[in-house]
């Protein structure tokens, strides 16, 4: 059995008005709701980050989407593997199936589709690249300062104690897939065909969210957003890059907290005859220096 995909993560934040500002300034859409806020992406009828406030920051829980009417077979996987299922937390959205990962962090599984994203415009597609040329007789540079606005949550890395045995279960209860490994930093697991990755782990001390994820079309859109954050204030980041495992271009943004988010485009699409492999290599093709507290866990130990 595998899940479809991530549907959106619950985070405790010590202020809600500073989360809104910062979710907001980042181009999405945020709104109150049950003393907590929902954050959505433009043109997309689906949570994919809820804030709640609580007194320190702390990754609650993770929700995945699967089949609808699965639900009773996926109780039953997730109790024949030794996993007992608990009461959803306080103030979260009830629904599915409720069980705490290994080092803690709950995760929600839930018949919810994942719902269709915007399009991206026909300008923010086109491209003049050696002998494939699509623009003729139109400028880009009117169109290219459109605020950005993420599609879509793309993936979501956390930090964990121990790779090996977070892969082992997330690949046996939830039927993640390893897409690939930087041996010792970092594992990334796709669901299927899809995004080469949708969630993945990195090495630390103890566990937390490392960064979210969140798809704009194109590096305008990564450039543009970049420059909004550090105008509005937010100027430790790290891109603009491209990736390593998975390609995407990047620049990430280290939010109020000591997390990070990340504006995303052009990551490796897999199909399901990909195999994950070992890779040592750093973690960007081409990219400025990384602030040195980039892989540093903030969160506190649970
Ligand atoms: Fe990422």
Redo the contacts with the bound molecule.
């Keep these: 059995m595998r899940v479809r995909g991530i549907l959106r993560y619950g985070l405790q934040i010590p202020s809600l008005g500073v989360g809104h500002d910062f979710y907001r300034n980042f181009g999405l859409q945020v709104e109150e709701r049950d003393q907590a806020l929902a954050v959505r992406c433009d043109g997309r009828d689906m949570d994919q980050a809820v804030l709640h406030e609580g007194p320190r920051k702390q990754l609650q829980y993770v929700a995945f989407s699967i089949e609808e009417g699965s639900l009773a077979d996926w109780k039953r996987h997730i109790e024949s593997t030794g996993t007992s299922l608990v009461d959803a937390p306080r103030g979260a959205d009830q629904g599915g199936l409720w069980f705490e990962d290994l080092n803690g962090i709950l995760v929600n599984l839930r018949e919810d589709p994942l719902a269709p994203w915007r399009k991206a415009l026909p300008e923010e597609q086109e491209f003049n690249f050696g002998d494939n040329i699509q623009r003729v007789d139109r400028t880009r540079w009117q169109t290219a300062g459109t605020p950005a606005s993420p599609r879509r949550l793309?993936?979501?890395?956390m930090f964990v104690p121990d790779m090996a045995k977070a892969e082992q279960f997330y690949t046996s209860r939830l039927g993640l897939k390893l897409s690939d490994r930087i041996p010792g930093h970092a594992t990334f697991m796709n669901s299927g065909p899809g995004d080469h990755?949708v969630f993945?782990f990195i090495q630390s001390t103890h566990t937390g969210l490392h960064?979210?994820?969140w798809e704009v079309t194109n590096f305008d859109q990564i450039a543009v957003g970049a420059q909004t954050m550090a105008d509005k204030g937010h100027v430790v980041g790290w891109g603009l890059g491209r990736?390593t495992i998975?390609s995407?271009m990047?620049h990430?943004i280290q939010d109020p907290w000591g997390s990070w988010i990340?504006y995303?485009a052009d990551m490796d699409r897999i199909t399901e005859a990909w195999e994950g492999h070992d890779y040592e290599v750093p973690p960007a093709v081409w990219c400025p220096m990384a602030p040195g507290t980039f892989t540093t866990n903030f969160e506190q130990p649970r």
């Design positions: 793309s993936h979501m890395l990755h993945g960064h979210s994820s990736h998975g995407n990047f990430y990340e995303s």
